[in-house]
């Protein structure tokens, strides 16, 4: 049973930094591209961050790009989200998602989301 587990969310002062993971299991992970999305309370969700299977290309909206960088670990089936600059704008729930057929297919699999609260 394919299974995404996110952890490393919390609360965090402006400007300050966090670290996102997610644990993958179930499913053959270095052949999916990974995202994170996130949605705030009354608000659309949306695309942070996606990566290829090999990581060798990522992809940011302008909201986060410079801050947000996306990466993944194949060995240990994990994709990581870090967090730099925070801004209150960014606090949301972060989903992982796995993608079977590239970056900008329909996600397969959903984790159950991780807390962001940037506040102080």
């Known amino acids: 049973q394919a299974q995404l587990v996110e952890s490393g969310g919390g609360l965090v002062q402006p400007g300050g930094s966090l670290r996102l993971s997610c644990a993958a299991s179930?499913?053959?992970?270095?052949?999916?591209?990974m995202s994170w999305y996130r949605q705030a309370p009354g608000k659309e969700r949306e695309l942070v961050a996606t990566?290829?299977?090999?990581?060798?290309?990522?992809r940011y909206p302008d909201s986060v790009k410079g801050r947000f960088t996306i990466s993944r670990d194949n060995a240990k089936n994990t994709v990581y989200l870090q967090m730099n600059s925070l801004k209150p704008e960014d606090t949301a729930v972060y989903y992982c998602?796995?993608?079977?057929?590239?970056?900008?297919?329909?996600?397969?699999?959903w984790g159950q989301g991780t807390q962001v609260t940037v506040s102080s």
């Open positions: 179930g499913f053959t992970f270095n052949i999916y591209a």
């Open positions: 990566i290829t299977t090999n990581g060798s290309r990522t």
């Open positions: 998602n796995a993608h079977r057929y590239g970056m900008d297919s329909r996600p397969e699999y």
